[in-house]
């Protein structure tokens, strides 16, 4: 029985290879895959128990990666809310990030963004550099974990709660 909602982000390499993908579900665990370990299997048993995916700009960018470089297309599979819409109905423009700002949200990886995330990687592949892997996946974790902040922020604007 599918029962969990589960917030998700990808981040990719400077060739748009998926090199991180965070899975955070609500009211419980996150789960990251990270390089050789990105497969439609690992993925697909992620999300097993999954009711509903949500992501920030995910219908522009996440779940078309996920298609194009895993061959699964997540919105036939699970419902999808993609928050960037609802955060566009409270006049909450930009990334993510300039979202969080807005809305009072704070990260420890504060600055990091997408191309970073991208140097991130591509310091740790060449070099080995085992504290830019854990940036990223901090930097990683702290999208799909605040995801969930924002939306309840969102929610409490509205005059509703976040249902775990």
């Not at 917030?7 to 789960?31: A, M, R």
């Not at 700009?57 to 599979?77: C, M, Q, T, Y």
């Not at 969930?148 to 709660?161: C, D, F, M």
């Amino acid at each position: 029985m599918r029962k969990k909602t589960a917030y998700l982000d990808i981040e990719t390499s400077y060739q748009g290879v998926i090199t991180v993908i965070g899975i955070h579900f609500l009211g419980d665990k996150t789960h990251q895959l990270v390089g050789k370990d990105i497969t439609a299997m690992n993925l697909l048993d992620i999300l097993n128990d999954t009711a509903m995916i949500k992501t920030y700009n995910g219908n522009r960018f996440d779940l078309p990666v996920i298609r194009e470089r895993l061959g699964v297309d997540l919105k036939a599979l699970y419902p999808h809310q993609d928050l960037m819409y609802q955060c566009w109905k409270h006049h909450l423009k930009g990334g993510l990030k300039a979202v969080e700002r807005q809305l009072g949200v704070n990260r420890d990886t504060e600055g990091v963004d997408g191309i970073q995330a991208m140097e991130l990687w591509a310091r740790w592949q060449d070099q080995g550099d085992e504290k830019s892997l854990q940036i990223l996946l901090k930097y990683n974790r702290e999208d799909i974990e605040n995801l969930v902040e924002v939306e309840k922020k969102l929610l409490a604007r509205e005059g509703k709660q976040l249902k775990v």
